[in-house]
């Protein structure tokens, strides 16, 4: 009887013992998760996310080789470095875009001005300039990059002409397209497209009549291949458009998730 006695409280007290190994371990780690301070947390994810870098003591995006055109209006010529291993294509594109763009510069003193048409600056000596500008944004697990090309001549100033977007997952560093990006959030670029049209009758009926939205001029410019469709910082997907109106156009912003 006795034999028995202790042979289960041998059994109940090793069983006892793993369970409070278990409990040890288990809560060690979650304990452990728990104490992690925000700024140790924010180390670990930066050190997941260096690792795709390029060049691991500068950002994901950098400019290099920058050169003032012109103060006022301020027209800087740059290229942009997307510092992400596996993109020296992507960069080569753009560097050879930049280089293209560099070449566009005219001076007023070199071509005949028309007397009827105001200069509207003339320190620099600029007739006409394409132009160019980005802006990047970072999220948890993208980088999006938006390039703005623009013109300006000296009657009328600057012109947006165009918007495109490059979009990169960092988890792998890969380029996500436009056709897979938004299949992520279950839409199709005709329902990007009602979205756009909702959101200018909306801001159409707040214009006066003489200042006009051409919503279908505005529509046609949005094509898979060719829209401005990105990620925010704050993880939302969004789109940004040209604006046509009667007058002037104008660059908008909208939420699509």
Excluded at 43 to 49: D, G, R
Excluded at 92 to 106: A, G, H, P, Q
Excluded at 159 to 173: A, C, N, Q, R, T
Excluded at 239 to 247: A, C, G, L, P, R
Aim: contains cysteine; proline residues 1%.
């Amino acid at each position: 009887m006795n034999s028995t006695f202790e042979r289960k409280r041998d059994l109940i007290g090793g069983i006892s013992f793993i369970v409070f190994v278990v409990v040890l371990i288990v809560g060690g780690f979650f304990l452990t998760r728990y104490l992690t301070s925000d700024t140790e947390k924010k180390k670990i994810v930066q050190n997941e996310t260096n690792r795709l870098k390029k060049d691991k003591e500068k950002d994901f995006v950098y400019f290099e080789n920058e050169d003032v055109i012109s103060e006022e209006p301020e027209i800087v010529y740059k290229d942009v470095v997307i510092n992400i291993l596996g993109n020296d294509t992507i960069n080569k594109i753009l560097k050879s875009e930049m280089d293209n763009i560099r070449t566009s510069v005219k001076k007023i003193s070199e071509n005949e001005l028309d007397p009827n048409r105001e200069v509207l600056y003339d320190e620099y000596d600029i007739y006409y300039a394409k132009e160019r500008n980005y802006a990047s944004y970072e999220s948890r697990k993208y980088l999006s990059l938006l390039v703005i090309d623009s013109e300006f001549n000296c009657y009328t100033g600057s012109e947006i002409k165009s918007l495109k977007s490059y979009v990169f997952s960092l988890e792998d560093g890969k380029e996500i397209s436009h056709s897979a990006l938004i299949d992520k959030y279950n839409l199709t670029i005709d329902a990007i497209k009602e979205k756009v049209r909702n959101k200018l009758v909306e801001d159409g009926a707040s214009f006066g009549e003489e200042n006009q939205i051409l919503i279908d001029d505005t529509l046609n410019l949005i094509t898979l291949e060719n829209s401005c469709i990105y990620i925010n910082k704050s993880g939302k997907l969004v789109i940004s458009v040209i604006v046509k109106t009667n007058q002037e156009s104008y660059n908008d912003t909208i939420e699509l998730n």
